[in-house]
């Protein structure tokens, strides 16, 4: 089975890329707006605690988020679930926002209640991380999707 197949790459590529740093960017400049946002300090807070690329964390921090961004964007774009969101690229995105975040907090249950302490953190962050983190993948989600082009008839 090619996960890859039918999904246009170049596009996944461009919009996954500029749906990472839209959310990073909108997580950055909206730190501390209504007591939300500024989730980046959770994560980097974490490379820091793991010893993982010192001196470096803000580099592997955005890096690693755009790769997420371009990565994660595959299962956005696989074409039997593309096909499977209704409505418009914001609808298609708003929808599958909320299947991500669904599925990121299943993901870290699953996990981090049984051992992994990075998604048993997810698990333990505060009320207004759980919010800002839902609404970044909102963001993350509907940019990906407006930019994101599939092949022609897929």
Known sequence: MNLAEGVNIKSLVLAGFIAGYVMYVVDLALDGWFGLFGTYRIYRQWLVDA?????LEDIALF???QLNGILFGFLFAYPPVYRLLPGNPLVKGIIFGNIWHILVLLVSFLFGKTGAIWLNGLLTMSVEAHISLYLLHIIWSTTLAVFYKPVHGR
């Open 51 to 55: 010893g993982l690329f010192p001196g």
């Open 63 to 65: 890096i690693g988020h």
